[in-house]
């Protein structure tokens, strides 16, 4: 009997053991703008300290003349650009900002038609998840979690459901990217961020 409560013990403190370990792993928060117990996403406080990737122009016929009206910033860590661009792929907890923008375009001394960003829209946020964390959430899948924001509410997602709010418009990027490009990462229009091609 004695020989069987110890087992037992040493079987229950095992079990709790594994369990506690595998909560660890599970908690253990990958990237500091997810929260680990719902998978929802924020907007990186200090995103806008990091080094931009890329940015994008759009620019509309006004009086037969291309102006731009709105301008993509993107931004990511500074570690991610690193790891990318030794291993060719995004690291897991990679984050992409893209900030959109309102744009004046106007003649400088630099050229006659010269945009600049001036008030915030909106952000779409990207966040790189390499282990299918959050099965259940709609905002995560195909290797990211996904949201958007409006520009006064830095915390609240407004987006519901990736499938239907994201991946429509990022289908083309599947047969833009690399052809070597990790499957996940081809989700990405790495085509506009010439940073991550640097020797
Ligand atoms: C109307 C089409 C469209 C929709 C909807 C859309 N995207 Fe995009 N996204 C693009 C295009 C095209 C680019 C690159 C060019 C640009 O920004 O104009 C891009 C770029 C991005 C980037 C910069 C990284 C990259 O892939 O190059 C992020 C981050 C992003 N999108 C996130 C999202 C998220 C999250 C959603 C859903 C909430 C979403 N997008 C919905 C078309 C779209």
């Not at 040493?10 to 990958?30: Q, V």
């Not at 690193?82 to 923008?101: C, M, S, T, W």
């Not at 998840?129 to 195909?142: A, E, N, V, Y």
Request: aromatic share 12%.
């Amino acid at each position: 009997m004695k020989h069987l409560t110890i087992t037992l013990s040493f079987l229950f403190l095992a079990t709790m053991g594994l369990t506690g370990a595998a909560l660890a792993a599970e908690e253990k928060p990958f990237s500091s703008n997810v929260d680990m117990s719902t998978g929802s996403i924020s907007v990186p406080k200090d995103y806008y300290l990091w080094p931009t990737l890329g940015t994008w122009s759009h620019t509309k016929a006004e009086g037969g003349v291309a102006n731009i009206h709105e301008y993509h910033v993107v931004y990511t860590q500074p570690e991610t650009i690193e790891y990318y661009k030794k291993n060719r792929q995004f690291p897991d907890g990679a984050v992409l900002v893209k900030e959109l923008l309102n744009a004046e375009t106007m003649t400088m001394t630099t050229g006659p038609a010269v945009g600049h960003g001036t008030t915030l829209k909106g952000f779409f946020v990207l966040v790189r998840d390499t282990q299918g964390r959050f099965k259940g959430s709609p905002l995560w899948g195909d290797g990211w979690g996904w949201s958007f924001f409006n520009p006064d509410d830095l915390v609240k997602t407004v987006s519901k459901d990736y499938k239907i709010d994201c991946v429509p418009c990022h289908k083309p990027a599947l047969d833009l990217a690399p052809r070597n490009a990790k499957k996940d990462d081809k989700w990405i229009y790495t085509l506009g961020y010439p940073v991550l091609q640097k020797k």
